[in-house]
């Protein structure tokens, strides 16, 4: 067992949060890996696990649109191509409303490390694209959580596209089809993807990412992460508290 | 973009109903609707909670027990702002008239009834179109409970607000429950300038009242009818 602990930092929500809970309640820790797809997020995250395990902490994992209630509901109507950009953005909402309040807030209570793959910066981004009011979308999601610590795997888009193709292909709505439907598909997933990295570069400034570079090595990025952990979210038992706000690590 | 703050620019209109269950709102709306065609007018209805894509999710979601007041308040949002790009917008463009059973107002009661922010509920329903009329039928607890409970044993759970635990005595959770409902709806009036309708009329003394005012509204030349 590790002499370190979680140091204690008062939750709050982004904006108008849950009136009915009450945030003292809130122990645990959220961890954010954000970044686009090919990036390695879920590698990273099953490593972290290891890790806080070994390390005597317990740990949740939850992912975006991974929710019990809507997830399902997500994928059908992405196939069906049938979302307008209110419900692209409401449903996203209701995934991660139903995960904050059903996994994530339970966890908290109980003392967990929280580890998101994504959070609602992915909704963000991908609004931002599709001209949704971005004050719209912030208020939406205005029962959030704030994370204590959102790190952002950056990839170039040219590795972007080859990861994405080696894993199994584009999609329609990550390629933008909807957006530009007159371009053909590798056109369009290279304008979108490309677009996509310049709104993520803006959200890290706004939200104070820890910038990776995702072209190093697993292990590198990895040894990058657990640094910054237990620089930023853990305390020596006794030792002074030194709280300062995250910035780039990159 | 349309917003609930201010008046849209579609040729058509938007009517709209709002009111706690068993206040007779559907009743007038269906007259509402008989009148208008026999006036000659394009007329669609659309009712709350109908839409095909999260009725699955919403369905389950009651039967699980998993839903929360912010999942339920967002799972209705998606089925309105659904309805809105699908079924209310395409109408008003086409200079239709667009009756709606209930409205964003539901939400902004219901939700803030549940313990939802109700400045939050607020912000989320902004991309809504304002209504050209906006009935509120008012009426009291009592009277909307000896409405629903004619050829009905027991209340729905959601309808009673089972979810909040207020009593474990349906008729009472749902007093308690529609008591909160109607303390929001009485703060909408203003706010949203909403037209108040006593509920406790008869059937057919409130449709001559809506229908003056729709009359007046839409500007339809002939007298209207009883």
Known sequence: ?250 | MATLNQKHDFPGKLIIVEGIDGSGKSTQLLLLQRWLQAQGLKVFFTEWNSSPLVKKASKAGKRKGILTPTTFSLLHATDFADRLAQKIIPPLKAGMVVLADRYAFTAFARDAARGVDRRWVRRVYNFSVRPDLAFYFRVPIDVSLKRLMVGRTQLKYYEAGMDLHLSTDPVESFRLFQSRVLKEYDRMVKEYSLIVIDARESISVMQRRVRMMVQKALGIQSAPED
């Open chain 1, 1 to 250: 067992m590790s002499s370190l602990q979680l140091a204690e930092v008062p939750k709050r929500f982004y904006g108008l949060g849950l009136p009915y809970v009450d945030l003292s309640e809130l122990k645990g820790k959220i961890i954010v890996i954000e970044g686009t797809d090919g990036v390695g997020r879920s590698t990273q995250i099953a490593m972290l696990r290891d890790w806080l395990e070994v390390q005597g902490f317990a740990t949740m994992e939850t992912g975006w649109t991974r929710s019990e209630l809507i997830g399902q509901t997500i994928d059908e109507a992405k196939e069906g191509h049938s979302l307008n950009r209110w419900t692209f953005n409401l449903l996203y909402a209701t995934d991660f409303a139903d995960r904050l309040e059903n996994q994530i807030i339970p966890a908290l209570r109980a003392g967990y490390i929280v580890l998101a793959d994504r959070y609602i910066y992915t909704a963000f981004a991908r609004a931002h694209l599709r001209s949704v009011d971005p004050q719209w979308v912030r208020e939406l999601f205005g029962f959030a959580l704030v994370p204590d610590i959102v790190f952002y795997l950056k990839i170039d888009v040219r590795m972007l596209i080859q990861r994405v193709l080696e894993a199994g292909g584009m999609d329609y709505w990550e390629s933008g089809q909807d957006l530009h439907p007159q371009l053909d598909m590798y056109e369009s997933f290279r304008r979108y993807q490309a677009q996509l990295l310049k709104v993520y570069d803006q959200l890290a400034i706004e939200y104070q990412f820890h910038v990776l570079n995702a072209r190093h090595s697993v292990q590198r990025t990895q040894r990058v992460l657990q640094d910054a952990i237990t620089r930023y979210l853990f305390e020596k038992p006794g030792a002074p508290r030194s709280r300062r706000r995250p910035k780039s690590t990159a």
